[in-house]
């Protein structure tokens, strides 16, 4: 405790993004938190986004799992560890090590996936442990070993800074990695450049020199072509691939087996051959060029094939290991990192060792057991299709949610219904994939473990508590251990302490490591206890003088000659192409202020509010095809599934395709779930789901009527309904929105079972003209309930009665308006353009046409973009938008 009682700011790191941004959190009373970026960490020097800004409103306890539960039985720890143990071993025994799995995460910390990874694969002896990295990471993993040798990152975030062209290659910084890419905004200042190759014009893009909105899964064809025109026209580095690379001579033969010709590439691609060209000649000619490749490389079914093209030509260039020069593989979850070095894929066995004869005695003498696994375990889509046929028959998943998160949702659904044992690990009470479990075990979360993670940089950094464990919540490690223990490997998983975890992975790394194995944390196996506590952030390999920024500076790849790979690959198509009957490629992914699958950010109402419900983005002109209108429901259809959700028409996705969030859920939207539309392709040798192509079509919903309610509770869709269900979580109060195809009589159902009678003072306002409910309840004059339902009318604005929540008494004025829905100048924020200040579209509007010219003065203006910085893209855009429609006014 400091002076004053309060407890002074504990450092911690970010629970989100693969940035790893350094936390200082200063805990309250009642679980109170507030945060500010750590000026000292390396990643951020102080700064947090939107979601990292808004920590402090995800600590409650509302939601979470906090005993140990047998169905729906609550128990102590022993049965739940008992039950899981003896599952697991009956099945053993019974059918063999590999008719169990372990489904884990890159959100687990590095101790909690050494320890699941040491059971599977050491003492289970099966390789059937894999982690939703698999999704995320595993294209780039496999690139990485090909051309290094081993799965290595060689740059780091100075080269970010130090770059003079940043090359964004599927990757949306702006949302997605937003403090790094304000640290680029900074480098940009005094001239860096920027291109973006994505399909969609993203935030990262409209702010670029150059955007080249590709025609999906073309990437391989346009870095192919690059090497070709940088052969042709100057640009490789002849000494440092003479010195350090293997494979030049293959890789020409290779290239010159298609048209090289810009003009070719353009067409291919979907480009002008002048915007091609200005992409070469960039590249060619700056030495200091950084590339970012993410989901947009990775989710491919030629996921390993557009990494290695990239690894290509910054190799055949020199430009890596260099500062301001990289190929940089930006990872998404906090510990992806952490996952790929303890061996939490499938693919490998532990620190970076595979299952070679001699990693594998190596391993098995380090962890003093007979049976390591002898192969490689099932990826993770083919481990949820070995749990649908029944050849897995126990599984435990451990801080993922698969239900939502994996291609072919509903089919791994079906598999977890049908699964004899399935145990997950997890902090929230109710989430999709929890329904299946046999046994729930609850784990800590943010704020409450203890340990490391490693971020996009290989920056190892603490993660530390700052509460208290709240009810029988338990670190994921000790759970594992204990499972061990039960199982009956006494010996193996005896730890005290994280500590205890941390240093034997980190003597693992360093044990019979000559120099072959770059993952070396060798130092870190013996910190003590309290220089354990005291970590500061540091970057692996570590070596006596410490931590390494970069790696490959004089070549020195992890291969038997030294010298990298070039790995020549050859373009394909996506894995199904669209035609007549799905003629859309369905694109997925994230956006700016939502987390995967909301558990976390959902029960931030700030983070809520950017963009409320699940839409599909969609150009005008195939709207216009497909009879669909801005706003209005739109059904998606896919071979495997469908979805309704809003659409939004905007020129900044390409004609031919459409865009999904992946992020909403049963819980927040049943019938906007991105996952049941996605067809599980995936790359064949790094097993990575095609999460950015299906073919799919749309049409109009063409909902006979539609309706809100706002409660203080959330509150699920009506049983025996056939309803378009959405949940927008505000301060105080859940707005839900739903629509019907039916006539009067569902109307009438869905407004009996969502205003029951209750105590209070009803209020009623029907028109039955317009096919038009409209009811409150109200209690101690606050609101309660509020219920519109129409068939042709107009909805009033939600934000404003919403709002009345909030309220301690309604004004006789606000209760009449209350049902009217004609409130004197009532009208809500719009969408929440600045998270941090609640900032909407309405207020911004208004002081751009008020005269704000620049982001500075939309800043002073409103506030906006002047905390956390997440939003300037888009408030440089509405800017941009808004200029142009001045121009053609004065046109
Ligand atoms: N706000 C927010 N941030 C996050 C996350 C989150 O859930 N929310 N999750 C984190 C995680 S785990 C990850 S993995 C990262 C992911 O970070 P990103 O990779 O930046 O995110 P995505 O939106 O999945 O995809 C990036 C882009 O790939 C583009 N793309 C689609 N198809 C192609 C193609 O064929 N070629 C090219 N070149 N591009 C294509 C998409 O249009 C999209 O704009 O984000 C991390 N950060
Ligand atoms: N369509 C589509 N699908 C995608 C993607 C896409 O771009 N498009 N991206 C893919 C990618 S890159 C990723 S990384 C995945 C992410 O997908 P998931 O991993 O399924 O998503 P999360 O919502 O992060 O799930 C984490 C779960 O762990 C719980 N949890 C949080 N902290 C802890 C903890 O400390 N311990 C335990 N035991 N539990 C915890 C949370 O409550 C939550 O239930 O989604 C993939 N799916
Ligand atoms: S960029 Fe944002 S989400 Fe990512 S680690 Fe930093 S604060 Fe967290
Ligand atoms: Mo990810």
Redesign the pocket.
């Known amino acids: 405790m400091a002076d004053g009682g309060l407890p002074s700011p504990v450092k911690t790191t970010c629970p989100?993004?693969?940035?790893g941004c350094g936390v200082a959190g200063q805990a309250g009373e009642a679980r109170g938190l507030s945060v500010k970026g750590d000026q000292a960490h390396p990643a951020n020097f102080g700064r947090l986004?939107?979601?990292g800004t808004a920590l402090g409103s995800t600590v409650h306890l509302q939601g979470r799992l906090l005993h140990p539960m047998i169905g729906d039985r609550a128990v102590g720890w022993d049965e739940a560890t008992a039950s899981v143990a003896d599952a697991f071993s009956r099945t053993i025994a019974e059918h063999g090590p590999d008719s169990v799995a372990f489904y884990v995460s890159?959100q687990l910390l590095t101790e909690d996936y050494y320890a699941a990874n040491k059971l599977m694969k050491g003492f289970i002896g099966s390789g059937n442990i894999d982690t939703?990295s698999r999704?995320?990471?595993a294209s780039a993993v496999a690139a990485h070993g090909q051309a290094f040798g081993a799965d290595l990152v060689p740059g780091c975030y100075e080269d970010l800074d130090l770059a003079d062209l940043v090359v964004?290659?599927?990757?949306?910084?702006a949302?997605?990695?937003?403090v790094l890419f304000r640290r680029m905004e900074q480098a940009r200042a005094r001239g860096q450049r920027w291109i973006v190759?994505?399909?969609?014009r993203?935030d990262?893009?409209e702010g670029a020199d150059l955007f080249?909105p590709?025609?999906?899964?073309?990437?391989v064809r346009?870095w192919n072509g690059l090497l070709a025109w940088m052969d042709r026209n100057g640009g490789i580095d002849r000494a440092y691939v003479a010195a350090h690379l293997n494979g030049f001579g293959d890789l020409r033969r290779v290239l010159a087996a298609d048209d090289q010709s810009l003009q070719a590439i353009a067409q291919d691609c979907g480009l002008t051959s002048d915007s091609v060209l200005a992409f070469y000649a960039a590249f060619a000619e700056t030495q200091k060029t950084v590339t970012l490749?993410?989901?947009?490389?990775?989710?491919?079914a030629q996921g390993v094939s557009?990494g290695l093209a990239i690894l290509n030509a910054h190799l055949a260039t020199g430009k890596i290991g260099k500062p301001g020069a990289a190929p940089f593989s930006?990872?998404?979850?906090p510990n992806?990192m952490g996952g790929r070095e303890t061996g939490g894929m499938a693919t490998t066995l532990a620190a970076h060792m595979g299952f070679s004869r001699a990693d594998r005695e190596r391993v098995a003498a380090f962890w003093k057991t007979p049976q390591v696994a002898p192969t490689p375990g099932l990826k993770a889509v083919e481990m949820f299709e070995a749990v649908r046929d029944g050849r897995i028959k126990a599984i435990w998943i451990m801080a993922t949610n698969p239900v939502v998160s994996l291609p072919a949702a509903s089919r791994v659904r079906e598999a977890l219904a049908a699964c004899p044992f399935v145990a997950v690990s997890d902090v929230m009470a109710d989430t999709d994939t929890l329904a299946f479990a046999h046994v729930k075990l609850p784990a800590l979360a943010w704020g409450e473990k203890d340990g490391t993670v490693t971020n996009s940089e290989r920056r190892i950094s603490r993660q530390r508590p700052l509460f208290a464990a709240p009810g029988e919540a338990r670190a994921d490690w000790r759970i594992v251990a204990d499972v061990a223990k039960a199982m009956g490997y006494r010996e193996g998983f005896g730890w005290r302490r994280p500590a205890d975890v941390f240093r034997e992975y980190a003597a693992l790394t360093r044990f019979e490591n000559d120099g072959a194995r770059i993952l070396n944390l060798g130092p870190l196996s013996e910190l003590s206890d309290a220089g354990y506590e005291g970590l500061e952030p540091v970057q692996w390999p570590v070596g006596p003088d410490g931590g390494t920024a970069r790696l490959f500076t004089e070549g020195g790849f992890q291969t038997p000659d030294g010298r990298a790979n070039l790995k020549p690959v050859k373009p394909q198509g996506?894995a199904r192409p669209v035609d007549a009957d799905y003629p859309l490629a369905l694109?997925?992914?994230?956006?700016?202020?939502?987390?995967?699958t909301m558990t976390r950010?959902g029960l931030a109402p700030e983070l809520c509010r950017h963009s409320p419900e699940p839409m599909v983005e969609i150009h005008p002109a195939d709207a216009a095809r497909f009879g669909i209108a801005d706003g209005e429901l739109a059904r998606i259809e896919t071979r495997v599934g469908h979805a309704v959700v809003t659409a939004k028409l905007t020129d900044r996705q390409r004609p031919g395709g459409i865009?999904l969030p992946?992020?909403w859920t049963n819980a927040f939207a049943p019938s906007g779930r991105c996952n049941p539309l996605v067809e599980p392709f995936v790359d064949p040798t790094s097993g990575q789901p095609e999460?950015?192509?299906t073919p799919a079509r749309v049409g109009p919903y063409g909902e006979a009527w539609r309706g809100f309610l706002v409660t203080r509770e959330p509150q699920s869709p009506p049983d025996g309904l056939d309803l378009v269900w959405r949940r927008t979580p505000y301060d105080g109060c859940h707005v839900h929105e739903f629509a019907g195809l039916g006539g009067l009589g569902e109307r009438e159902a869905a407004a009996a079972a969502l205003m029951p009678d209750g105590e209070g003072e009803a209020l009623a306002m029907d028109d039955p003209a317009r096919g038009t409910v409209r009811r409150a309840l109200l209690r101690d004059g606050r609101p309660e309930r509020v219920l519109v339902v129409t068939e042709m009318g107009g909805l009033p604005v939600r934000g404003w009665i919403a709002d009345r929540f909030l309220d301690e008494a309604l004004s006789m004025t606000d209760r009449a308006a209350l049902l009217a829905g004609r409130a004197v100048g009532a009208r809500d924020e719009g969408a929440i353009v600045c998270a941090c200040f609640k900032v909407g579209t309405h207020k911004l509007t208004a002081a751009v046409a008020g005269g704000a010219g620049t982001i500075e003065a939309l800043g002073a203006a409103t506030g906006a973009g002047t905390n956390c910085g997440s939003c300037r893209p888009e408030l440089a855009r509405m800017l941009r938008t808004q200029s142009k429609e001045e121009a053609r006014h004065a046109a």
Request: glycine share 8%.
């Open positions: 989100y993004c693969g940035v986004c939107s979601k890159g939703n999704l995320c990471m964004f290659s599927g990757h949306n910084a949302w997605t990695h937003p190759i994505d399909p969609r993203t990262t893009a080249l590709l025609a999906p899964q073309t990437d346009l490749f993410s989901m947009g490389a990775n989710q491919s557009k930006i990872t998404g979850q992806a996506p694109n997925t992914g994230r956006m700016r202020d939502h987390w995967h950010t865009f992946m992020h999460f950015k192509h």
